[in-house]
């Protein structure tokens, strides 16, 4: 909850409605007011609610004039299917405020005590996901070693493996 920006946590306090992922932490979810819908969407390896769902169902909450906030673990927008929410809404005629977040692509790495970048050695940064569809253009590792600076894999337990062999192949 700490490192939720001022505006979110605001807009948390006053919602009618929050729609919330699996990555929110109960802390943060003690920010909501009392009386207000808590609505779980979070995704869990084997389950959760599929995107389409989500946006029909942020659709309909937007029919009822409430004032809805869905909440995410993060940025909604550094793989967090922010964009896919925001156009359903768009389309639909619904206009909607996107609060960026602190992602986890800096956040986790800055908590423990190790920077992104720093001077001599990391001039930049590239962020991946290591989760990919069946079907999806797999990530090309082994260029992407080639590139320089530090990587931050996202989502990429599962796959950890097979990302460090082609990582270390790719040099």
Same mark, same amino acid.
């Given at each position: $909850?700490?490192?939720?920006?001022?505006?979110?946590?605001?807009?948390?306090?006053?919602?009618?409605?929050?729609?919330?992922?699996?990555?929110?932490?109960? @802390?943060?979810?003690?920010?909501?007011?009392?009386?207000?819908?808590?609505?779980?969407?979070?995704?869990? $390896?084997?389950?959760?609610?599929?995107?389409?769902?989500?946006?029909?169902?942020?659709?309909?909450?937007?029919? !009822?004039?409430?004032?809805?906030?869905?909440?995410?673990?993060?940025? $909604?927008?550094?793989?967090?299917?922010?964009?896919?929410?925001?156009?359903?809404? =768009?389309?639909? @005629?619904? !206009?909607?405020?996107?609060? *960026?977040?602190? =992602? =986890?692509?800096?956040?986790?790495?800055?908590?423990?005590?190790? *920077?992104? !970048?720093?001077?001599?050695?990391?001039?930049?940064?590239?962020?991946?996901?290591?989760?990919?569809?069946? @079907?999806? !253009? *797999?990530?090309?590792?082994? =260029?992407?070693?080639?590139?320089? &600076?530090?990587?931050?894999?996202?989502?990429?337990?599962?796959?950890?493996?097979?990302?460090?062999?082609?990582?270390?192949? &790719?040099?």
């Amino acid at each position: $909850p700490d490192l939720l920006t001022v505006r979110a946590a605001r807009l948390i306090a006053e919602a009618d409605v929050v729609v919330h992922d699996a990555l929110v932490g109960h @802390g943060v979810l003690e920010l909501v007011r009392p009386g207000a819908e808590l609505i779980d969407v979070g995704k869990r $390896p084997g389950q959760g609610v599929a995107q389409d769902l989500i946006n029909v169902l942020l659709l309909q909450l937007a029919a !009822t004039g409430r004032r809805i906030v869905r909440l995410k673990g993060g940025d $909604p927008f550094v793989f967090g299917r922010g964009g896919e929410e925001a156009i359903a809404l =768009s389309e639909a @005629g619904f !206009t909607c405020e996107i609060v *960026p977040g602190v =992602s =986890s692509a800096v956040a986790a790495p800055a908590a423990a005590g190790i *920077p992104v !970048t720093h001077r001599g050695v990391a001039a930049a940064f590239t962020v991946v996901t290591g989760h990919r569809q069946p @079907g999806e !253009t *797999p990530i090309d590792w082994r =260029s992407l070693a080639k590139v320089g &600076g530090t990587i931050v894999v996202l989502m990429g337990a599962a796959q950890r493996g097979l990302i460090a062999a082609e990582l270390i192949e &790719g040099g």
